[in-house]
């Protein structure tokens, strides 16, 4: 267990619609980091928080936004929602967003039909 | 651009040594060389990193080329737990400190 916590952890659900992913950090930690992973794309980097603010940018697209609340905990809100979308999200965090190590979630799963 | 290059699958049998290796022969003098593993069904897990001496920790050891060039991840024993995907990655410290993760090594331990 990595204490990363994300929930949902299945989510189906229709073309166009919205979704919102939860991640609580491992307790002490500041920063938190959301991945992508897809079969045909692997592992991406999405965003990365650090204390509220957003610290880094990768490969997310406009539809997609997250942010992270004073309490730390994360939420990646995916909207008008493609099939391409279909794929585990995950969320990591570590205490200073030095060069550390990461602890990982769980995951969501989201499968867009 | 993940600029580390694996291979893309290895076999192993259980209780020997296996040793991953990983190309970065592009690498700055500021870039980590972190190891994370993920195994079926699970988020990636941490296993090691380093600068530019060898490492030690009670899952592995990295060593790391003189010219940083290459590294290579030594699984002392290997267990059937040990199967999963081995991503070796360069973090860039100056870049936010994300991790780009590679296609990795797909290992598989035979008993």
């Known amino acids: 267990d990595s204490g990363v916590t994300q929930t949902p952890k299945h989510l189906i659900t229709a073309t166009g619609q919205r979704v919102t992913l939860r991640c609580s950090p491992r307790?002490?930690?500041?920063?938190v980091y959301w991945y992508q992973q897809s079969l045909d794309q692997g592992l991406q980097f999405l965003i990365q928080?650090?204390?509220?603010?957003?610290?880094a940018k990768g490969n997310i697209l406009e539809r997609f936004s997250a942010q992270q609340f004073p309490d730390l905990h994360s939420e990646l809100n995916l909207s008008s929602l493609e099939l391409g979308d279909s794929a585990l999200y995950f969320c990591?965090?570590?205490?200073?967003?030095?060069?550390?190590?990461?602890?990982f979630g769980e995951g969501s799963r989201l499968t867009v039909l | 651009d993940a600029k580390t290059t694996q291979p893309n699958s290895m076999e192993s049998n259980e209780e020997e040594p296996v040793h991953l290796p990983c190309n970065h022969s592009t690498i700055s003098g500021t870039d980590y060389i972190h190891w994370y593993r993920q195994l079926p069904s699970q988020g990636p897990e941490y296993v090691i990193h380093g600068l530019t001496s060898n490492v030690n920790n009670r899952m592995a050891s990295l060593a790391i080329a003189e010219d940083r060039k290459s590294s290579t991840l030594i699984l002392h024993r290997a267990t059937l737990r040990d199967a999963a995907v081995y991503y070796c990655?360069?973090?860039?410290?100056?870049?936010?400190?994300?991790?780009?993760f590679g296609g990795g090594t797909r290992l598989m331990v035979k008993p």
């Open positions: 990591a965090s570590n205490k200073w967003g030095g060069t550390g190590e990461l602890f």
């Open positions: 928080y650090y204390n509220g603010e957003e610290r």
């Open positions: 990655i360069r973090m860039n410290n100056n870049a936010g400190n994300m991790l780009t």
């Open positions: 307790s002490g930690d500041l920063s």
